[in-house]
Every structure is written in C-alpha cells, then in structure tokens.
C-alpha cells in the first residue's frame, strides 16, 4: 500500500511543540488533562522521547500529594495516563489508583438500562439524569477494556463492553451510521438528534483502539468492528476539501472543528486504513491538520467544551479560540498514530 507522505523530521519537532505548549496549561485532575495526557503518553510511545514520561510523572505525582477530587465518570479519564505510567515505569501506585478509578465505575458510578453509564462530571453531581453521552466510551469505556486487559479481568472487559454496546443501541443512527451526541433514556430521544464531529470521533477512536485489544473470537468483536466499519464509511464521504470535518458533521456550512477531525482520522489509521479511499482521507486529514498547529504548539480551532446542546445553533456558535486540553491530546494522539504506524 502507498505510505503516507510527510517529513518524519518535522512531524516529531511540531510533536514536540504541542507537548510543551500542553504542559505549559494549568490542568485541573479532570477529563481535559485526561484527553490531553493520553496524547502525551501517545506521544511518548511514538518517539520514545523520555521527556514526555518525566513531565507525565512529575505531574500526576505532585497532583497525588496535592489532593484529588472526588469520582465521576468524565473525572475517571485521568485513568489512562496511570494506567500508561504503571506499564512504562512498572511503579504500583500508579496502578492502584487506576483500579480505584476502575473499581468506582463497576460500583458506584450512576447507571441506567442495560448497564448504561450515566454521563457524570465534577464531583460525580448527576445533572444529568439517565443520560447517555458519546464522550462515556473514550472517558471510562476504553479505561475499563485496557484495565481489563493488562489485569486478565474480566469484570472489567466485559463491563467496557457493556458500555460499548449500550451506546451503540442508544446513539447509533441506524439510517446513516452516525452517533448521536447523547440519549435522554427518561424523555426516550437522542435530544438535538445532532451528529457532532467530536463525538463521533470519541466512538470511532475507542472502537478502533479496543478492536486492538479485544479477542476476535470474542462475540463483541464483529460487532463493533461493523459499527466502526459503517461509521468510518460514513465519515469520509463527509470529509471537507480542506481534510477536516465540519462540527455539525452533515452541515458543510458549519465550522470546521479540529479535534472532532484529529480523531477521526486517528481512527481510520487505528483500524488499519487499508482502502484507497481511507488512505487518501488519512493523507488529507494529516495535510488540514498539520496546518492546524501554530509555532507554540497551539492546536487551533477546537471547540469549547460542548454539553449536548438544546438545538443545533448551539453547536454552530460554539466558540474555537482557546486552546483546549482535548485538543492538544487528540492532535497529539493522530500524530502520534502517523509517526509509529504509517500506512504502508
């Protein structure tokens, strides 16, 4: 298959501005430093840039010794990056926080239905009662299946599983293959009904991260592999001429939005590209991208944090000029997936 084409040399150098420019944030021990975090940790496997694990380290311990906040499903992210921490420095503390995080998901963490998870931020408050939200998969979904798989346990696959297939029932879009940003299981509807860039790409990278980690002999496999398969298909049909996707994904006069499309073409090279077509999405993905990062290692144009809104003008006029945690790490995680596995 054709490769992709870019200069390893300037990928790593602009890997290594927003790096710097993420850690230069003041992160609170929330669900933006997770995202962002779990790009670093991206990062750091891609380059083997030992610096990137020290910032880690030196981070998340000092916040350790400061205090951390009370659970909640969004709050559980931080997960990730002490699940990375333990396997890159073998350091058990690190991994009996992420079973503390993991255990409150199995236990205490609100839930609906089939086992759904509730959405929860801040201190676990439920503002949100029996609501599903797309972000669950990639906040503790994924955090439960690569628990379950680095400690052979199956509570904890099974139960991101369960999360899995939970909100492909609630949020998938049977007529085009698209998920929903949330599902209001009390009023019965998906709320707005809108296809948000972000959100898809929280459901196509988690997929095609645990199709990674999952048996295929697994029931849940083929499953998700054809919820990915019909979503992905779906999604590059959709791409803009410039290689992003727009925040409303099937309103091409909205904006286009950056870490929605970092995701997603993270995705499509996660789940092997192995198609023209999805080759040639990758490559116009990582040139729109590339031109998305400033000097400092800003990543630009990402969306505010995003509630499922009440209409879709909610959507359209959500601001894109700050920097963002989510941002940084999704951007962080695309390049990274270019530098380690290039498609060729």
């Known amino acids: ?170 949020l998938q879009d049977p007529n085009t293959n698209l998920y929903f940003h949330g599902w209001d299981h009390l009023q019965q509807n998906n709320m707005s009904g809108v296809f948000w860039a972000r959100g898809n790409a929280w459901a196509a990278y988690t997929m095609a991260a645990i199709l990674r980690i999952i048996d295929v002999q697994e029931p849940s496999f083929m499953e998700i592999h054809g919820s990915l398969r019909d979503q992905l298909s779906t999604l590059i049909r959709l791409q803009s001429k410039n290689g992003l996707w727009h925040t409303v994904l099937t309103d091409p006069d909205s904006y286009e939005e950056t870490s929605g499309s970092a995701g997603i073409a993270a995705a499509l090279i996660l789940s092997g590209a192995n198609t023209p077509r999805s080759h040639k999405a990758v490559q116009r993905a990582l040139d729109g991208l590339l031109a998305k990062v400033d000097e400092g290692g800003t990543v630009r144009d990402v969306s505010t944090g995003t509630a499922v809104m009440n209409t879709v003008d909610g959507y359209l006029h959500t601001s894109k000029k700050r920097i963002e945690g989510w941002g940084q790490g999704l951007a962080l995680a695309f390049f990274s997936a270019v530098l380690a596995a290039p498609i060729k």
């Open 1 to 170: 298959m054709k490769p992709l084409d870019f200069n390893e040399k300037q990928l790593t150098e602009m890997i290594d501005r927003i790096v710097e420019r993420t850690f230069a944030m003041d992160h609170t021990w929330d669900w933006p430093a997770g995202v962002a975090f779990y790009g670093v940790g991206a990062a750091y496997r891609a380059t083997k840039n030992e610096r990137y694990l020290s910032l880690l380290k030196e981070w998340i311990d000092e916040y350790i010794e400061f205090g951390l906040p009370p659970m909640s499903v969004n709050i559980v992210s931080m997960g990730h990056t002490l699940l990375t921490l333990y396997q890159e420095t073998g350091e058990d503390a690190y991994l009996e926080l992420a079973k503390k995080k993991a255990d409150y998901l199995i236990n205490e963490a609100p839930r609906f239905a089939e086992g759904v998870l509730q959405h929860t931020v801040g201190g676990g408050v439920s503002v949100f009662p029996e609501q599903a939200w797309i972000d669950t998969l990639f906040m503790a979904g994924y955090f439960l299946i690569r628990m379950g798989q680095e400690l052979d346990n199956d509570v904890y696959m099974q139960d991101g599983l369960r999360q899995f297939h939970g909100h492909e029932k609630y």
